[in-house]
T-cell receptor, first 112, second 114 residues
């Protein structure tokens, strides 16, 4: 079992729709969760992080965390073609040193 | 604020050759990370430095990869000898030690081993 699992996609949504990206993790002790966006040929950039169960909103983005189900999701409202990218879920496992374990990413395609 | 700098941006070598990558983190960032990202995969941590010291190198292939961070600032990652499977993007990231420990990534070095 992979430590962080994501559906590779592509997830195709029409412009203006809600895109829902999902991630599961294996280490129940993980405490911090991150979503990064990576455009083709570019490096990852942080969208948002979440620590507590529930929802966290930042503009058009909402992260959702359910530690009991070991599940993290990212919702993108009013999707735009510029949102087309690979979305990486990253999990900080318990223990020291703040390392991140990344999933393989979900490719999102927003079509006009 | 200047971002994480990396060089070179691209490198093509033949197998069994050696190669070195350089990273300059964001000023004041104590923690520096080297990741390997193979096409279609997420970044995989190779080594993490806290100031000068290594805090995690559990996934670094130590028979061929080495890294150092002199004076707690710049870092170099070396591969010697390179194998075909080392073809990947090598990403450097740094973080400040704040609560969120946000990692900021450099542009990466794209390595092709022929």
């Amino acid at each position: 079992q992979k430590e962080v699992e994501q559906n590779s996609g592509p997830l195709s949504v029409p412009e203006g729709a809600i895109a829902s990206l999902n991630c599961t993790y294996s280490d129940r002790g993980s405490q911090s969760f991150f979503w990064y966006r990576q455009y083709s040929g570019k490096s990852p950039e942080l969208i948002m992080f979440i620590y507590s169960n529930g929802d966290k909103e930042d503009g058009r983005f909402t992260a959702q965390l359910n530690k009991a189900s070991q599940y993290v999701s990212l919702l993108i409202r009013d999707s735009q073609p510029s949102d087309s990218a690979t979305y990486l879920c990253a999990v900080r496992p318990p223990g020291g040193y703040n390392k991140l374990i990344f999933g393989a990413g979900t490719r999102l395609a927003v079509h006009p | 604020e200047a971002g994480v700098a990396q060089s070179p941006r691209y490198k093509i070598i033949e197998k069994r050759q050696s190669v070195a990558f350089w990273c300059n983190p964001i000023s004041g960032h104590a923690t520096l990370y080297w990741y390997q990202q193979i096409l279609g995969q997420g970044p995989k941590l190779l080594i993490q430095f806290q100031n000068n010291g290594v805090v995690d190198d559990s996934q670094l292939p130590k028979d061929r990869f080495s890294a150092e961070r002199l004076k707690g600032v710049d870092s170099t990652l070396k591969i010697q000898p390179a194998k075909l499977e080392d073809s990947a993007v090598y990403l450097c990231a740094s973080s400040s030690g704040d609560r969120e420990e946000t990692q900021y990534f450099g542009p990466g070095t794209r390595l092709l081993v022929l």
